[in-house]
């Protein structure tokens, strides 16, 4: 049962998608409203989507979130979430991020899936999973909480669209059967400026990344949604995220899926 009106969903997507295109923090939404819902917090994100897509943005795919102990732990909140992934948002290796259009940006490690020409509806199970995806490959993912300090509850985090903000997708795009016996346990170390800052495996994501693919369509599928052809599925961050400054530049280091790498920019 949803505890808000319209108006006041529609009034909360606005604050969670200024925030997002001023680049400026607010107080986490939580801190004044007690009884925000899950579910009210998936129709606010839905919402803020919709502002997105009203001004010329195009879905291009999701995204998974804390589906890692190590994410759980950095955030304080333990459970996997979902969000969505627009064209503004996406770059590839080599590109710059900029200091300018964030607010305080962290990098993850991560895995991306790109779905073949057949949408997906759930539920599933991984061996189906497999069928339905094209290709696979590392990626970056720059996540950017609107709230202050980077502090949220697990509601206040899904409004936020699960701090989405750009990805960087890796040149090196296998297919499923290249990947697919390796998947489990590809090795994957972020580095900045050269240093090694986090060191992990895709086997903290969701213990094998297919199943946080499996997990996504089978979330949306909860919600009668199917996930579209095409769609580039972030499968979420191997290890905690890092803090990024403008001058920094960012390499992921991966066994199977080559190097990923971004300049930080004012
Ligand atoms: C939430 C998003 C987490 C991941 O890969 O676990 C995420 C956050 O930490 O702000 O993208
Ligand atoms: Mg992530």
């Known amino acids: 049962m949803s505890g808000l009106s319209e108006q006041e969903l529609l009034a909360l997507a606005k604050r969670v998608d200024d925030a997002a295109m001023k680049c400026e923090e607010i107080v986490k939404l939580s801190a004044t409203l007690d009884d925000l819902d899950w579910e009210d917090a998936y129709t606010i994100q839905r919402l803020s989507?919709?502002?997105?897509f009203e001004r010329g943005e195009e879905l291009v795919g999701m995204k998974m979130g804390l589906t890692s102990k190590a994410k759980m732990k950095q955030v304080n909140v333990d459970s996997p979430i979902y969000g969505h992934l627009t064209s503004s948002m996406q770059r590839s290796s080599g590109d710059d991020l900029l200091m300018s259009e964030q607010i305080h940006p962290r990098v993850e490690p991560e895995i991306a899936f790109i779905v073949g020409d057949k949408s997906i509806k759930g539920p599933i199970t991984?061996?189906?999973?497999?069928?339905?995806?094209?290709g696979v490959c590392a990626a970056?993912?720059?996540?950017?909480?609107?709230?202050?300090?980077?502090?949220?509850t697990l509601p206040d985090v899904v409004a936020d669209n699960a701090s989405s903000t750009?990805?960087?997708?890796?040149?090196?795009?296998?297919?499923?059967?290249?990947v697919k016996d390796v998947l489990g346990n590809i090795g994957m170390i972020m580095e900045v400026d050269g240093e090694t800052k986090q060191v992990g495996s895709s086997a903290a994501i969701y213990?094998?990344?297919?199943?946080?693919?499996?997990?996504l369509v089978n979330m949306l599928a909860e919600l009668d949604e199917e996930?579209?052809?095409g769609s580039i599925v972030l499968a979420g961050a191997a290890t905690a995220a890092e803090f990024v400054s403008a001058g920094q530049h960012i390499c992921l280091k991966t066994d199977a899926?080559?190097?990923v790498f971004l300049n930080v920019k004012e």
């Open 49 to 52: 989507m919709q502002r997105r």
């Open 207 to 215: 213990e094998h990344p297919i199943r946080s693919f499996v997990a």
């Open 227 to 229: 996930l579209a052809a």
């Open 126 to 134: 991984a061996a189906q999973a497999w069928d339905y995806i094209d």
């Open 140 to 152: 970056i993912e720059v996540i950017d909480s609107r709230y202050e300090k980077f502090q949220f």
């Open 257 to 259: 899926l080559g190097d």
């Open 166 to 178: 750009k990805f960087f997708l890796g040149d090196v795009v296998r297919k499923p059967e290249e």
